[in-house]
Every structure is written in structure tokens, then in C-alpha cells.
């Protein structure tokens, strides 16, 4: 399959840097307090920069406290609001006090503006989101862009107040199924691939559909799904999507699955790849809790990920004693950066692997990690 445009892909690179890259940087939102959200900020630079592929006994597993809080979001404690990454923003959809129905947008360290929030609660469950040409799209069994120029909001019955937001929501056509498992957005960065699912007869249907930006349209590619859970990123080294493998006989393996032509209609999912190595689930004393992954950037000669994990370790000794005891279980959140690559036999393999750290979570916060993706 020949190479798209560097300029065209939603996962392409800029040209090389100098020796020496601008260190880079990932947020954590935890709900780790009575009265919100609190932000971490954790540098992901690596220390070496090795290309050889990850043997799966490398991670140091010494425990290290969270970053300190740089920034904290007043909210009540286990509501459902969720974080989209927008740019180099954060936007919060969570149901608020604020009077005049706005949600913050976070430019770290502080709320740099304000968006109107939503007419209804963002679903955790089933929900995608995507950024594009400038704008942010959620869809939750709805389908709503985020996007500038704001109108003037009539604030009822203060009407004589008015409040320009710096963003303002927007209605797309509904999306035939309700729930998201799956989703990518294409390199021609006009289209977007969704494998959702409904409730049909006390029977779940599912089925792929992709929207195109252009016209507004909704086409179905048929009844198979994408081979990963949540968000997939196209890598222009692959040439593939890349995102965590959805069948639980193949848990913490990264899969690379071929571009789906905007026009396909032949029914046939794309083929896929899993890699040989595992990032996660490999060690039987760690319980996997959740995983997401995330693209970091491409501006070195590679493509970069990264890996946020949940698991926890059971915390009671040994000894003939343990079984009767209750279980006593501590949270970490396990971060590792990695790129992935086809060796010489077409295998795709998992390589320039860096162990960030794993991060202790308070018993507070440890109780939501179900919000990641698989």
C-alpha cells in the first residue's frame, strides 16, 4: 500500500527535529478528592532512546508517588463529567454550577475560557471523540461538534445579560447505532470510522459506519467491527491504525489494522496485525483493571505511544493465613511510551519501549478506572 502525504495524516509527523526534542509532557485528570478533580502532569522524555524490541522483562516496578496537583477542578465527588483532549487544551462536560451553563477550558495551568456546556450529560459509556480541522466531535449516542464562531447566549431570564462563550456546539446528524466501541478518524482527515453497537429485540447488533465531514452523510461497511477498543491512530510508518486489541484472548496486545477505504461497501473488514510482544497482563500477580493508549507525537524517526495502565497487586502477606484474610488490594497507574514497527519478516513488533513509572493512586481515585477504554 504506497504512503499517504505526511501533511495529510491525523497521526503524521513534522519534519525532523534537532538532536536535542523539546521534552514532552502527559496530563492525568483524577478524581482524587472530596470536592474534584485534581491535574498531574508527568514527563515522559525517555532517559536512552534504544530501538530494540521490548523482551517483556524490563519495567521497573518500583511504586513512586503521583506528580504534585498543578491544577484543581471544583466538582462533586463521582460525578460522571468527562475530559477531552482538545489541542493543547482540556475541555471539561461535566454538569456544574456555574449560572450561566458553562464548563471550563483548561490551558495549563489555569482555565483559560469557558464553552456552553452541553443539553445533556456526556455518557461515559460508549462515547468517542475526535479532533479535526480544527474542531472537536463527541459522540455519545448523539453527535455534537465543538466550534468557533460562538453566538451571543440569551441567559433567560436575565436577559438583558449576555455571554459570548469562546466555543459553541453544534448538532450533526445522529448516528445509526447508540453505543461507540471502536472509532479512528481517516488520514484524509475528512472521514470518520465508528464500530458501534445497539439493542435491537433484547439481542446487541453491531455494525462499522464511517461519517464524512463534507456531506454530512452517514455510510455503513458492514456488520464486523475494528480489531481494537476505543481509539485507534493512523501511523504513517504502518500505514494502519494502531490501537489495543478488543478480543479478550489476545489482552495486551497492540494491533495494526489496514486504512478502510471511505468508499469500501464490499462488507469485509480490514486486515490486522497483532504484535508478538505484550504491554500489559504479563506479570499473573497484577490484576489488569483498565488501559488507554495515547499518541505523543512523531517527531523524531518513529511514531511514539503511549501506555496508561490501571492495575492492582494484592497487598496481604503470604502465608497459610492469606486466603482466610480480606483482600486488601493498592492501585497503580502504570505509564509507558514505545514505538511500534515491522521487523524484517512483517511482524509487527513493539520497540523503543520506556517505562515511565508507576504511580501509586489513592484509595479515593482508585474506584473510577473503569473510565479507560479496555
Aim: glycine residues 8%; contains cysteine; aromatic residues 10%.
Amino acid at each position: 500500500m504506497p504512503k499517504r502525504p505526511s501533511d495529510e495524516l491525523s497521526g503524521g509527523r513534522a519534519p525532523k527535529q534537532s538532536s536535542r526534542q523539546q521534552r514532552q509532557h502527559l496530563y492525568l485528570v483524577l478524581d482524587d478528592g472530596e470536592l474534584g478533580y485534581s491535574t498531574r502532569k508527568v514527563d515522559l522524555s525517555p532517559a536512552f532512546d534504544s530501538d530494540e524490541v521490548d523482551d517483556g522483562g524490563t519495567i521497573d516496578r518500583t511504586e513512586q508517588r503521583l506528580p504534585q496537583a498543578g491544577f484543581r477542578l471544583e466538582a462533586p465527588h463521582g460525578c460522571s463529567g468527562q475530559f477531552f483532549p482538545f489541542g493543547t487544551k482540556i475541555i471539561y462536560t461535566g454538569i456544574g454550577d456555574s449560572p450561566w451553563g458553562t464548563v471550563p477550558i483548561i490551558s495549563f495551568p489555569h482555565v483559560r475560557g469557558s464553552a456552553p456546556r452541553r443539553e445533556w450529560e456526556t455518557s461515559i459509556y460508549g462515547c468517542a471523540y475526535a479532533e479535526t480541522h480544527g474542531k472537536l466531535f463527541l459522540l455519545d449516542g448523539v453527535f455534537d461538534t465543538l466550534q468557533s464562531p460562538p453566538p451571543l447566549l440569551d441567559n433567560g431570564p436575565a436577559a438583558d445579560i449576555k455571554v459570548k462563550f469562546d466555543w459553541s456546539w453544534c448538532s450533526l446528524p445522529r448516528p445509526p447505532y447508540h453505543d461507540v466501541i471502536s472509532h479512528a478518524v481517516h488520514p484524509d482527515q475528512r472521514t470518520m470510522v465508528f464500530s458501534m453497537s445497539k439493542l435491537k429485540k433484547w439481542t446487541f447488533r453491531h455494525a462499522t459506519f464511517s461519517f464524512d465531514l463534507e456531506s454530512s452523510r452517514w455510510t455503513r461497511h458492514g456488520t464486523w467491527m475494528l480489531p481494537f477498543k476505543g481509539r485507534g491512530y493512523f501511523d504513517c510508518d504502518l500505514d494502519a491504525w494502531v490501537g489495543l486489541s478488543s478480543d479478550p484472548d489476545t489482552l495486551g496486545h497492540l494491533c495494526a489494522c489496514d486504512v478502510l477505504s471511505a468508499d469500501s461497501n464490499d462488507g469485509q473488514p480490514p486486515a490486522c496485525k497483532l504484535s508478538k510482544e505484550k504491554l500489559f497482563c504479563v506479570d499473573p500477580v497484577e490484576k489488569h483493571n483498565g488501559a488507554t493508549l495515547v499518541y505523543v507525537d512523531g517527531g523524531g524517526d518513529r511514531s511514539r505511544f503511549c501506555l496508561v495502565q490501571c492495575l492492582s497487586v494484592d497487598d496481604r502477606q503470604e502465608g497459610v493465613w492469606k486466603e482466610s484474610m480480606p483482600e486488601c488490594r493498592r492501585h497503580l497507574l502504570r505509564i509507558t511510551t514505545f514505538s511500534p514497527k515491522y521487523d524484517k519478516h512483517g511482524d509487527l513488533r513493539v520497540a523503543k519501549c520506556h517505562h515511565v513509572g508507576s504511580y501509586r493512586l489513592p484509595d479515593i481515585a482508585s474506584v473510577y478506572y473503569e473510565q479507560l477504554e479496555i
